[in-house]
């Protein structure tokens, strides 16, 4: 079955997209582990997505895209079975573009032209991000039954009824999935691979999907309901809680530090990866790329 498939990754702000991308050039072009998908023909400038592996291996903190910036890199893979090509393309909006994107309800024209020929979306969220949807009930109950909630102080008439950088992620990804589909951008997506990152951070149970029906119930549920196939997959892409190169860690502070010295002592720094779910190889992040491709069984 040859062809050449296309996808798009994304996610909002700090949801693992870049280090994923770095730890995937890294993955396939250094050959370490068993993958399901083999590194492609490239073609042209890709010393941005060199710049981030060369980082990543290093164990450094993988820098996530600055508000505005605009690196739009696809990555080129190869199904070994079928022969087909894959190409994973990473729009590096910064999720702040998409916030934006929200709030405004516009989208600018070279990030919509992101969407072009795109078959399928590999969705990212993370595990590490604490819960931010909350609603008024639970409000209530963390309330102090002896408060007269009449008599809350609520001299809050400076700041904005509704300030949309507050709305939960969830709301703001489901939003951001509808948008597309919609006209004028009308994307046809047939399938949706969720990337829960920062994996290294879940509960005490291995199940991806689980974690997102407890943790995103709104977004479950809107995949589940919506005329796409799912996946979901846990990834920790960076191994652990690295230090910044940019901003070393004060004297005192040496937790990154010896985090770092520990995944620098493995052998193979492809084996920092972890990946769960849907039996996908331990290591091995092009098994949702495949599957999003339809080559499984192939």
């Known amino acids: ?17 870049t280090t994923y991308a770095a730890a995937l050039w890294y993955v396939v072009d ?59 393309r990473f729009a590096d909006l910064s999720g702040e573009t998409f916030e934006k994107a929200f709030a405004t309800r516009s989208l600018s024209s ?14 990212f969220v993370s595990a590490n991000d604490p819960p931010d949807h909350l609603t008024m009930i639970d409000i209530a109950m963390e309330l102090d039954e002896d408060v007269n909630e009449e008599e809350i102080d609520e001299d809050s008439s400076e700041e904005p009824i509704f300030d949309s950088a507050k709305t939960p992620r969830q709301v703001q990804i489901v939003d951001f999935l509808d948008s597309i589909r919609q006209p004028p951008l009308s994307v046809k997506i047939e399938r949706v691979a969720v990337i829960v990152s920062a994996w290294d951070k879940r509960p005490e149970h291995n199940d991806p999907a689980r974690w997102l029906t407890e943790r995103m119930g709104l977004l479950d549920q809107y995949l589940r309901n919506s005329d796409v196939e799912l996946r979901v997959y846990g990834v920790s892409a960076q191994g652990g809680d690295l230090p910044d190169k940019d901003n070393p860690p004060a004297a005192g502070d040496l937790e990154g530090l010896k985090e770092q010295h520990r995944l620098l002592s493995l052998a193979k720094a ?16 092009t098994h949702p790329i495949r599957w999003l491709s339809g080559l499984e069984g192939e």
């Open 270 to 285: 492809s084996k920092r990866v972890e990946v769960a779910g849907n039996g996908a190889g331990e290591h091995d992040l």
């Open 30 to 88: 250094a050959g370490e582990v068993p993958t399901v998908l083999l590194k492609g023909k490239h073609i042209g400038d890709h010393r941005y997505l060199e710049t981030l592996a060369r980082r990543w291996e290093d164990g450094w903190q993988v820098p996530r895209t600055k508000t505005l910036q605009h690196e739009t890199v696809t990555m080129n893979l190869k199904d070994p079975r079928s022969g087909a090509d894959v190409a994973l």
């Open 110 to 123: 070279s990030a919509a032209s992101s969407f072009d020929g795109i078959q399928n979306l590999m969705l």
């Open 1 to 17: 079955m040859a062809g050449v498939f296309r996808h798009m990754a994304v996610g909002l702000q700090s949801s693992g997209k």
